[in-house]
């Protein structure tokens, strides 16, 4: 039986919109527009990938599902609830978690390992003797292939990959259901980003994670998603499956960015002409009329300008925002 048909939506989010107040001048503020209008699911056990370029709102998404921020508007669902008072989101927290770009500034250097993975067992009292908090340590070191003798030594001692795992380790304390992977191999030499990402593939099938998988690089995310959200200045441009995506782009913000990605054949690399964008990609506080992208878009037209495209379903499951894109693929 096909398991996609199955799976049942952990996480829902709907029409979120995260606007930051941001000081123009004496008593002016503008609201920054970081996330605007992002709707998605992410069924049990899957990966959605989320990807775009710098600035686009992509951590902003994942801190938001957390709830570290309060959604301006939207609403974020768990097992088909809404998430709405404290209480939801204390419960929701025991059972989501977030591992962090930068392994280097997340971890206190003067933290031990065993301390930094026991932290959130202390917060959210999940042992009830010291035996039974350090057999959860190292049973969650084990889980990220960290040696037991670590346990003693601190955080600054360790290698960018080995401080990954620690990450990694600290984020499976409250054995959830659900993780942020916010660009988790980025910082990380290329050499051990296949490593770490393989451990995430592993933890998912062990542990039946469901994870929303952030990364600039969509060789990264290819691997380890179901589905692949593409962004653009707040907005999610086109949604579908990794492969789909990656065979087909219909939007052109993710045909540029597929083009850009390395293919290893030279003969097909040669049928695969490089799309290179023009312009910078504007502030989110001076974000174009109508379609975001109108001002890099090779297609732009007038109508471009005048609305803001629908989010629609153009094949099954295959979701674009183009005024254009039956015309233009
Ligand atoms: N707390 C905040 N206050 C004000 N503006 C913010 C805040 N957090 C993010 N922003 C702004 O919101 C926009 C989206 O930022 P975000 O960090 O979500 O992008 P990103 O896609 O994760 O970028 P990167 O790839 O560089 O990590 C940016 O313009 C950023 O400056
Ligand atoms: S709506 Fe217009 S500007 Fe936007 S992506 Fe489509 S063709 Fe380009
Ligand atoms: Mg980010």
């Known amino acids: 039986m096909n398991n996609s048909l199955t799976a049942q939506p952990l996480i829902e989010v709907n029409n979120l919109k995260q606007y930051f107040d941001i000081n123009v001048g004496v008593f002016r503020s503008r609201p920054l527009k970081a996330v605007d209008g992002v709707s998605f699911t992410i069924n049990e056990g899957k990966t959605l990938g989320l990807v775009g370029e710098s600035g686009c709102g992509k951590t902003t998404i994942g801190r938001s599902i957390l709830h570290l921020y309060e959604p301006t508007e939207g609403t974020i669902s768990y097992k088909g609830a809404v998430i709405k008072s404290d209480k939801d989101i204390g419960n929701f927290r025991q059972q989501a978690t977030m591992v962090f770009q930068d392994p280097y500034s997340s ?17 959210h009292k999940l042992c009830s003797s010291k035996t039974e908090r350090k057999e959860r340590i190292l049973d969650l070191m084990d889980k990220v292939g960290l040696n037991s003798e670590h346990a003693a030594r601190y955080a600054h001692e360790f290698s960018g990959g080995q401080r990954q795992r620690i990450g990694i380790a600290r984020a499976l304390a409250v054995d959830p259901d659900f993780m942020v992977c916010d660009e988790p191999v980025s910082a990380l030499d290329v050499s051990i980003q296949a490593q770490v990402i393989n451990m995430f593939e592993e933890l998912q099938d062990d542990l039946g994670l469901t994870y929303l998988f952030i990364a600039h690089d969509l060789l990264v995310v290819r691997h380890i998603s179901d589905r692949i959200a593409v962004m653009y200045l707040g907005k999610i441009v086109e949604m579908s499956s990794a492969n789909e995506i990656y065979e087909h782009p219909l939007h052109p913000y ?46 732009a037209i007038e109508c471009c300008a005048e609305s803001v495209p629908e989010f629609e379903e153009i094949h099954e499951g295959h979701f674009v925002a183009c005024h254009r894109v039956n015309e233009i693929n």
């Open 107 to 123: 971890l206190n250097p003067r933290m031990t390992v065993a301390d930094i993975i026991g932290e959130p067992l202390d917060v």
């Open 254 to 299: 993710s045909r540029s960015l597929i083009s850009a990605v390395p293919v290893p054949d030279p003969r097909v690399a040669r049928a695969h002409e490089r799309i290179v964008l023009k312009g910078e990609i504007p502030s989110p506080l001076n974000a174009p009329s109508g379609c975001c992208f109108r001002t890099r878009c090779p297609y």
